[in-house]
């Protein structure tokens, strides 16, 4: 039986706004618990809720973004269930009338091709506190400092059919908020995560099957795993003759494996019903027409204009447009070096992003500046180095030596474009190494590299690789 996985994704990306979706209590993280946590947040009885335009507008920020349909009138409404946690006893969120519906996103696969996922709707809701476990023996501790933070809870159609397609939406849903700056991304501190709904199906069959829904993973690795996980124990159990429960599970990462939680609760359980204490969110055209002005480049246009402009290729274009910062990163080191778009994306893409990487720093932090990098592969293009060299510079660079011009002088890197000195080398490796010579000679032309890299060693890589090639050649063939 060959099989058909379905997924659908349900996100929520913290709003970056400075107060509560409600109060005008701080969302800062961090904070000592409840020092951020007002009479609203508590829900103590007669306090009124007032609902914060600001979040408003990052809702309809991610509308405009996706292509979705701006509500013109959208409703609060009361999601009723009991939790420590949620001292009110109800979850104010959107239910029948989201401010956002029906947008869209592309995706990018693996082999390039690209594809279309429905966003069911976007809408705004306020967080629950937190319970605390650890340091309280045999009791648990109550924070709500997080109680009311704005969330946007974004929800996918049921269009991601495998765990690589649901990262990389997740992926692209990340790289947008933060394009839009309506949300840090930051997966730690739970700003951004996900509940993954999973089923599956008889590959050709249109009924969808059974979904379990897991629930609030925080990272791409996670989710991945998560899903293949999930996918696997649902096969295995429909291959064994049972059925799929729908329920809510957890995800393990210590075990790799997903556990039942509690049985799915339905929508009628939570009583929904507008909020009395708030009104229909009323939006007007003016109000949309000054948020689109807000919009920044999007990424996807970011990536079109990489491919046009520099000449990238559209994977490199998707790399360096996934996040504003190493766009914008990769933007100065193009016009730092004057216009070598293509070292400027490998610059970037390699061996800086491989050295952020190993000393997990991010690009904002990054100790060889846009400027540093640009003049240092103007010192390639011109000449001055070679490429293996400039790895050298980086790297001196790197441990704060100083810049490129700086390097390269101070170690004497500076390439040895002097013919003279190049045969004199040359003659110097051919004389010490007659055997090989006799063998290339007879036909063995494969032992050019070897001279190549004798007279690279003798230079102490300073020659240059073309003129090195070109003397060698004509050398090694005349006797
Ligand atoms: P709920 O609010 O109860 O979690 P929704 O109907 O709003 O349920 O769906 C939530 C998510 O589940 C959506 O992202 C949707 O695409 C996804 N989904 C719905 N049915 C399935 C299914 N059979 N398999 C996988 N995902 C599904
Ligand atoms: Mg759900």
């Known amino acids: 039986m060959q099989w058909e996985v379905v997924i659908g994704l349900e996100i929520h990306a913290q709003l970056s706004t400075k107060s509560k979706i409600f109060s005008g209590a701080a969302t800062a993280y961090g904070a000592l618990p409840n020092t951020q946590a007002c009479a609203v947040d508590l829900g103590l009885p007669g306090v009124l809720p007032v609902l914060n335009g600001e979040a408003v507008r990052m809702a309809v920020k991610f509308g405009l973004a996706t292509g979705a349909t701006i509500a013109r009138r959208s409703v609060f409404a009361r999601k009723n269930y009991f939790y420590p946690d949620l001292p009110k006893g109800y979850q104010i969120s959107q239910y029948e009338l989201p401010v956002v519906a029906q947008g869209t996103l592309q995706i990018e696969l693996d082999d390039g091709a690209t594809k279309t996922v429905g966003i069911t709707r976007a809408h705004l809701e306020e967080?629950?506190?937190?319970?605390?476990?650890?340091?309280?023996?045999?009791?648990?501790?109550?924070?709500?400092?997080?109680?009311?933070?704005?969330?946007?809870?974004?929800?996918?159609?049921?269009?991601?059919?495998?765990?690589?397609?649901?990262?990389?939406?997740?992926?692209?849903?990340?790289?947008?908020?933060?394009?839009?700056?309506?949300?840090?991304?930051?997966?730690?501190?739970?700003?951004?995560?996900?509940?993954?709904?999973v089923s599956v199906r008889p590959k050709g069959q249109e009924k969808f099957g059974t979904r379990a829904e897991i629930k609030n993973i925080n990272s791409f690795r996670f989710v991945e795993k998560a899903i293949n996980y999930e996918v696997e124990r649902q096969i295995e159990v429909i291959e064994g003759g049972g059925a799929v429960v729908q329920e809510t599970r957890l995800y393990d990462p210590d075990k790799n494996e997903t556990r039942s939680m509690r049985s799915k609760e339905e929508a009628m359980d939570y009583r929904y019903f507008p909020d009395p204490d708030l009104l229909p969110l009323d939006i007007d055209d003016a109000f949309i027409e000054t948020v689109r002005g807000t919009l920044p480049e999007l990424p996807d246009q970011k990536r079109e204009r990489f491919i046009y402009e520099y000449g990238l290729t559209p994977y490199e274009a998707s790399v360096?447009?996934?996040?504003?910062?190493?766009?914008?990163?990769?933007?100065?080191?193009?016009?730092?070096?004057?216009?070598?778009?293509?070292?400027?994306?490998?610059?970037?893409?390699?061996?800086?992003?491989?050295?952020?990487n190993k000393s997990g720093l991010d690009i904002i932090v990054s100790p060889v500046t846009p400027g540093m990098l640009g003049g240092m592969i103007k010192r390639i293009s011109d000449n001055t180095i070679s490429g293996k060299i400039a790895k050298e510079v980086f790297e001196a660079m790197w441990n704060g030596e100083g810049d490129a011009d700086a390097v390269i002088e101070k170690k004497g890197l500076k390439q040895v474009t002097?013919?003279?000195?190049?045969?004199?080398?040359?003659?110097?490796?051919?004389?010490?190494?007659?055997?090989?010579?006799?063998?290339?000679?007879?036909?063995?032309?494969?032992?050019?590299?070897?001279?190549v890299g004798q007279v690279m060693k003798a230079t102490q890589g300073k020659a240059n690789p073309a003129l090195l090639n070109e003397l060698l050649r004509t050398r090694l063939r005349s006797r």
Not at 177 to 188: A, K, P, S, T
Not at 418 to 441: C, F, S, W
């Open 320 to 356: 360096l447009s996934a996040s504003r910062e190493l766009a914008d990163f990769f933007e100065a080191v193009e016009k730092a070096s004057d216009g070598e778009a293509k070292l400027a994306a490998n610059w970037v893409m390699g061996d800086l992003s491989g050295a952020l």
């Open 127 to 197: 967080d629950a506190g937190k319970s605390l476990h650890e340091d309280f023996h045999g009791l648990t501790g109550i924070d709500l400092n997080r109680a009311g933070t704005p969330l946007l809870e974004i929800v996918s159609e049921p269009d991601l059919r495998s765990a690589k397609e649901a990262v990389a939406y997740m992926k692209k849903i990340h790289s947008l908020v933060r394009y839009l700056e309506i949300c840090d991304g930051n997966m730690q501190e739970g700003s951004f995560r996900c509940d993954a709904n």
């Open 418 to 451: 002097d013919t003279g000195a190049i045969e004199q080398a040359i003659d110097a490796v051919m004389a010490a190494n007659p055997k090989q010579l006799e063998q290339y000679r007879s036909g063995q032309e494969k032992l050019f590299g070897y001279f």
